[in-house]
């Protein structure tokens, strides 16, 4: 007689516990399926209006120019048009007043001495020619004080000096003709000619303009490490926009030639991990604060490095807005249309966007892109490689690399 299969309590937990372990399996499997669809989706194609906003560095050509003086005479405004070879300004060297008003003391000292023993010579009386000199220095100085207060031409300054050291020479040297016994004088004589000579040597002078531009007094003493935009780093705009000041150099006399007059940059960083990019040879209207009207600009070069994305951006523009001003607030707006990702599908890598894009073998390989505009929440992108190619209903899906790679 056969014996029934009788089942035991034990029977029942373990196919209870089968039971839910094959429910277990199939819920998470469905579930893994549901999150590995919903991380691929399609390359589709979109319009975006884009802004990016940022504070920027002016570069000019520009050649900046240092001359030693204690004083100048700036003989043109701010921004004046200049050819090569028009006077800018009169500077006066260190010690100049000093030296001039030393001169004219002990030239009055020695005419008062020369006054005196030349009337003991003659009697009382003063030659002709000496009072014909007289009357020519009363008139030079009179000048020079007109030219000092803005009432002549200030360049007629430094003539009029040559011309007052001339006539007191010449008015000396007549009067120590004229006397019987000259060696009276002859120490006074050679301290005036030792002054005269160190004179001559720092003399006042006029400073012309080597290049045809714009002429500006202010200078930040950035000139020559923005000269060549080919070699702008993160680092330098980074220093520059925090530092932007401008001011006069105290010490020296310097002015700036913006040769150019037509053709500025703007340098600008954006964060190595945002995707507020630009794509490089596009043009892009922007805008900037303080100055009406909007600008035209193409995007030069990005340079990409994990402390920020370096910008430069070429503008055929009149520079003389900008022309006393070294860091602006711009404003760039774009309609961009292309291909576009969601910005959470988006990974940075030294500062360099990349996407996971399913290439022929059916694994999905990491592609470099460009970022054309984002509107923070989707991202129009293009291939970095000349030689790939994206296109509508290309398969991407987000990044699942390890944790170290995706840091960025």
Not at 89 to 118: D, F, G, M, R
Not at 222 to 241: A, F, W, Y
Not at 310 to 323: K, T
Request: glycine share 6%; hydrophobic share 40%.
């Amino acid at each position: 007689m056969e014996r029934g299969f009788r089942a035991t309590n034990r029977f029942y937990i373990l196919l209870f516990a089968s039971g839910v372990l094959l429910v277990a399996f199939v819920v998470g499997a469905v579930w893994l399926m549901r999150k590995v669809t919903g991380n691929v989706r399609k390359l589709e194609q979109m319009t975006l209006y884009t802004e990016v906003e940022s504070e920027a560095v002016v570069v000019r050509s520009e050649r900046l120019f240092t001359e030693s003086a204690s004083e100048s005479q700036i003989l043109l405004e701010e921004g004046a048009l200049v050819s090569e070879g028009d006077a800018i300004a009169v500077l006066y060297p260190y010690s100049y007043e000093s030296q001039i008003s030393a001169i004219c003391t002990k030239e009055a000292a020695l005419y008062t001495l020369l006054q005196s023993l030349l009337r003991t010579d003659t009697g009382g009386t003063l030659p002709a020619a000496v009072i014909g000199y007289n009357e020519q220095i009363a008139a030079v100085s009179k000048q020079m004080r007109a030219a000092a207060n803005g009432e002549r031409d200030p360049v007629e300054y430094a003539q009029l000096e040559t011309r007052l050291i001339r006539l007191q020479e010449e008015r000396r040297n007549t009067m120590v003709q004229s006397l019987k016994n000259p060696a009276q004088v002859e120490t006074a004589v050679a301290e005036i000619d030792a002054l005269k000579k160190s004179f001559e040597t720092d003399s006042a002078r006029t400073i012309l303009s080597e290049y045809n531009g714009y002429v500006s007094f202010y200078s930040d003493m950035n000139e020559e490490n923005l000269r060549d935009v080919s070699q702008l780093t993160v680092p330098l705009i980074k220093r520059i926009l925090n530092a932007p000041s401008i001011g006069m150099d105290n010490e020296n006399f310097s002015y700036r030639i913006v040769t150019d007059r037509t053709k500025f940059y703007l340098a600008f960083v954006q964060s190595a991990k945002s995707p507020n990019r630009l794509m490089p040879g596009q043009t892009y209207s922007f805008t900037v604060k303080g100055i009406k009207g909007a600008y035209q600009g193409r995007i030069l070069a990005e340079r990409d490095a994990e402390q920020g994305v370096l910008y430069v951006m070429e503008v055929n523009s009149d520079v003389r807005p900008l022309l006393t001003t070294r860091v602006v607030e711009i404003s760039v707006q774009n309609n961009a249309t292309g291909l576009f990702v969601p910005t959470k599908y988006l990974q940075y890598t030294d500062g360099v966007p990349y996407i996971y894009a399913k290439s022929t073998d059916g694994t999905y390989q990491k592609v470099a892109v460009y970022i054309a505009g984002s509107d923070d929440e989707n991202a129009i992108i293009s291939a970095r490689d000349g030689h790939i190619t994206l296109f509508a209903g290309l398969k991407v899906r987000m990044p699942v690399e390890d944790k170290e790679e995706n840091k960025s």
